[in-house]
Nanobody, 120 residues
Framework: QVQLVESGGGLVQAGGSLRLSCAVS????????MGWYRQAPGKQRELVAT???????NYADSVKGRFTISRDNAKNTVYLQMNSLKPEDTAVYYC??????????????WGKGTLVTVSS
């Protein structure tokens, strides 16, 4: 019954910025690990960033220093601030929710995605 609804995708020029939001319901949000993943055409879904319940973050090397994941537990929302966007960032971005684990967060609920297109 967990629902995740992404928003904020769109078209942006290379070098620009975009902020994605994910509204979460049906779970005790503050207990969840949250993440952003993306999938480009013909590619496997890949990790972008995660944030666990305690606030610790993890980023893919390809976005480190450019993207920031954050959460607002009072609003049951997770964000992905994307700066210095590159054409290779073009993908459908998915929000995911899961639980903290010693080996890392395990995601088991997924949104339907929001498309981010970065033009040259």
């Amino acid at each position: 019954q967990v629902q995740l609804v992404e928003s904020g995708g769109g078209l942006v020029q290379a070098g620009g910025s975009l902020r994605l939001s994910c509204a979460v319901s049906g779970t005790i949000f503050s207990r969840n690990a949250m993440g952003w993943y993306r999938q480009a055409p013909g590619k496997q879904r890949e990790l972008v960033a995660t944030i666990i319940s305690g606030g610790t973050t993890n980023y893919a090397d390809s976005v480190k220093g450019r993207f920031t994941i954050s959460r607002d537990n009072a609003k049951n929302t997770v964000y992905l601030q994307m700066n210095s966007l590159k054409p290779e960032d073009t993908a459908v971005y998915y929000c995911a929710a899961g639980r903290d684990r010693l080996s890392g967060p395990v995601m088991d609920s997924w949104g339907k995605g929001t498309l981010v297109t970065v033009s040259s």
